[in-house]
């Protein structure tokens, strides 16, 4: 039985558990004299995927639920392949569901129309696993390319909102703005995707692996920046990440994805407590 | 049902999704040139693209053209002591077809796989999610500016490229054949109106080498925009993009020629 792989995976998610309690203790303590999170048990929810089924060629979500209150951080994790990314495209409705409703501020988007659904769009931001900043376009023009499309600001108007943003992410605007991406590093291009995605000051941000491909410093700035959000901000954000760390870090809630449904669906705190023995295998392997 | 027929099944209703998503990108690049919001400075920057960096290569391939035409048709044309013809030849090769073909196999090579590069590009990398996530229409934004410019330039290639070539005829009329060159000029000139006019001031050659560059700016165009918003794979599906483009738009471009000529002489009244 010792050398049962199962057994080892259960022994390593306890150990995992263990660890994630001390963290989530570091982090109340990391707040201490800031504004703390605020607490979302009665707030509205903004978005809703309510049995959700989806299928291409073979069945990718099967009556998956889940909500994100206003001001909530929600994290999907699980296993690659899992269709987490697919729940970002269903949210920015740029898929529709077989079956089964996606609300956004309690207004089904699923039957709308191709324009109807860009508006619905501009409420959210979001950000891109590679960022996905327009290469012709300066750093200045990425981040002022929304508020050009959809605002009337005067050009004054629009320089001053790039520099807040970019000021917010913690760029120096006169460094960067003239910059091309190309230009950029890893770290601060992500920066400028979550700079663009908030320049139009959404509800909702929504962000696709956030910290993937980047060192432990620049993952612990950007899982920092989306708290800052959070916190600052109020925003309503969904989180597709592999990085249990930073999860557990910035998400209010968390859902595990697992056989095309949702198998977990609450508080880091609560995800810890559990002894499914997928859950702690699948946090165990995360955190190896 | 037999598994090779259930194959030939899936591959026909797979060409003929392919040809509907290729008509509704075309109709919907269309439409949106009359649709807000117009992007002007996107339309010039690809006409810029389009148009004037291409100018070079189209008008070496003019010059030559006109000048190996020149040069082919003086031997042929010798043997009746006709050389003096040479301008009538090469003007009339060159207006209605060789400009407008040539000039389309160009800008399909040079600019149709730039194009679809870019967009396959854009595509693996996000760029295009990220334009619908801003509340974008990709087509409206990258494709209808690429089709309107090539629309645009196309023609106006076509006509420096023709004009270019009478002028490499002249070079070999004149240095080689030794048929004066004012003699030339007259000749395509003669050339030009015994093949009669439309609407009485329109001469029908260039109605006919005119209308084939816009055909065929919308053919390169919608073709590669196709190819590169359809990128799957990488780095290996925009070189796959590219080459598809480039096979695709050429081959539409001869078959694609050979009914509008067919068209244009059965209702442009030549010779009568």
């Known amino acids: 039985m010792a050398d049962d792989p199962m057994r080892r995976g259960s022994d390593k998610g306890r150990s995992v558990r263990a660890a994630i309690r001390r963290e989530l203790a570091v982090d109340d303590s990391a707040h201490e004299g800031s504004e703390p999170a605020p607490e979302h048990a009665e707030s509205r929810t903004i978005v809703e995927i309510d049995h959700v089924s989806l299928a291409f060629d073979m069945p990718i979500l099967e009556d998956v639920s889940f909500q994100a209150c206003e001001g909530e951080t929600v994290a999907i994790v699980g296993e690659s392949g899992t269709g987490k990314s697919t729940i970002l495209k269903l949210i920015l409705r740029l898929l529709v569901p077989d079956r089964g409703q996606v609300r956004i501020d309690g207004e089904d988007i699923t039957s709308l129309t191709f324009d109807e659904a860009l508006l619905v769009r501009q409420k959210m931001g979001m950000v891109f696993q590679g960022a996905a900043l327009f290469d012709s376009m300066t750093v200045f023009e990425n981040v002022a390319y929304p508020l050009r499309e959809h605002t009337q600001m005067d050009e004054d108007e629009i320089e001053g909102r790039v520099r807040e943003k970019l000021e917010f992410v913690d760029l120096d605007p006169d460094q960067v703005m003239e910059q091309f991406p190309a230009e950029l590093s890893g770290g601060m291009r992500k920066r400028v995707g979550v700079a663009r995605g908030m320049a139009n000051n959404p509800e909702i941000m929504l962000y696709d692996e956030p910290t993937s491909g980047l060192d432990p410093l620049t993952t612990a700035t950007i899982t920092k920046l989306i708290m800052k959000l959070q916190r600052e901000l109020g925003v309503t954000s969904v989180v597709v990440s592999h990085d249990i760390r930073s999860v557990f870090r910035m998400a209010s809630k968390v859902a595990l994805l697992h056989d095309r449904r949702i198998s977990f669906f609450g508080t880091p705190e609560e995800m810890s407590g559990t002894d499914d023995r997928y859950l702690n295998d699948f946090l165990g392997g995360a955190s190896a | ?272």
Not at chain 2, 90 to 100: D, H, N
């Open chain 2, 1 to 272: 049902m037999p598994e090779f027929l259930t194959r030939l099944n899936n591959a026909a209703k797979s060409r003929v999704l392919t040809l509907q998503e290729y008509f509704v990108l075309a109709g919907k690049s269309i439409r949106f040139i009359f649709a807000r919001p117009f992007y002007a400075q996107d339309v010039v920057q690809q006409m810029d693209e389009i148009g004037v960096k291409s100018l070079g290569i189209v008008m070496l391939t003019g010059v030559f053209t006109g000048m190996v035409l020149a040069l082919q048709s003086s031997v042929q044309l010798k043997t009746f002591g006709a050389t003096i013809y040479i301008g009538n030849l090469v003007s009339a090769s060159m207006i209605r077809e060789l400009g407008p073909v040539l000039a389309g196999l160009m800008v399909a090579g040079r600019v149709g796989s730039g194009i679809a590069a870019q967009l396959g590009s854009m595509r693996v990398t996000e760029q295009i999610d990220a334009l619908n996530t801003l509340g974008t229409d990709p087509i409206k934004k990258l494709v209808t500016p690429r089709v309107l410019a090539a629309l645009v330039m196309l023609p106006v290639l076509t006509v420096i490229n023709d004009f270019i070539g009478i002028i490499g005829g002249n070079i070999i009329a004149a240095l080689v054949v030794g048929v004066p060159s004012a003699q030339y000029w007259r000749t395509v000139w003669a050339q030009i109106a015994a093949d009669g006019f439309t609407l009485r001031y329109f001469p029908n050659d260039f109605v006919q080498g005119l209308s084939k560059p816009f055909v065929f700016g919308a053919i390169i165009s919608i073709t590669a925009c196709y190819f590169g918003l359809g990128t799957t794979g990488g780095t290996e599906g925009v070189g796959q993009a590219t080459t598809r483009t480039v096979v695709t738009s050429s081959i539409l471009i001869l078959i694609v020629d050979y009914f509008i000529t067919q068209l244009l002489l059965s209702v442009l009244t030549y010779g009568r």
